[in-house]
């Protein structure tokens, strides 16, 4: 008898449609980097937002603008799927769209890489609506800022 596909996390240790798609993208992601240029890279994550629903990619161009005017030493690329910004190799920041793991809100998120550290407990990610406010936006640009030691 064959085993039963699943598409949902309805086993232990079974991942999600959506989880499946963004794996297959990071492999092709780090197939691709390996002959790609910078400036590849950045058109690859402008294609990617260029792609979102109107509503997270309105948000997604927010955040790429206020990340690379506020650290340009950042470097654009594609992580997952998402749009991330890279430092010396290591991703500092990403934008998470609502609509790639059907969520109800989009995500700006850190990964340990950025200068983050806090005391024994600080946040990584943030909960991200098209309600934005200009004191958000001064907001993420302090974050950035710090993720990246400025």
Known sequence: MA???????TEAGAFTEEERAAMK???A?????KKSTPEQDAQAVLDKIAAMDPEDRALAERVHRIVTETAPELAPKLWYGMPAYYLKGKNIVFFQDAKKFKARYSTLG???HAQLDEGTMWPTAFA???DLTAADERRI???????VGS
């Open 25 to 27: 993208e990071h492999a």
């Open 141 to 147: 640009a302090e974050l950035v800022k710090r993720a």
């Open 29 to 33: 992601e780090v197939r691709r980097s």
């Open 110 to 112: 850190f990964e340990h």
């Open 3 to 9: 085993a039963k596909k699943t598409t949902s996390k």
């Open 128 to 130: 991200l609506t098209n």
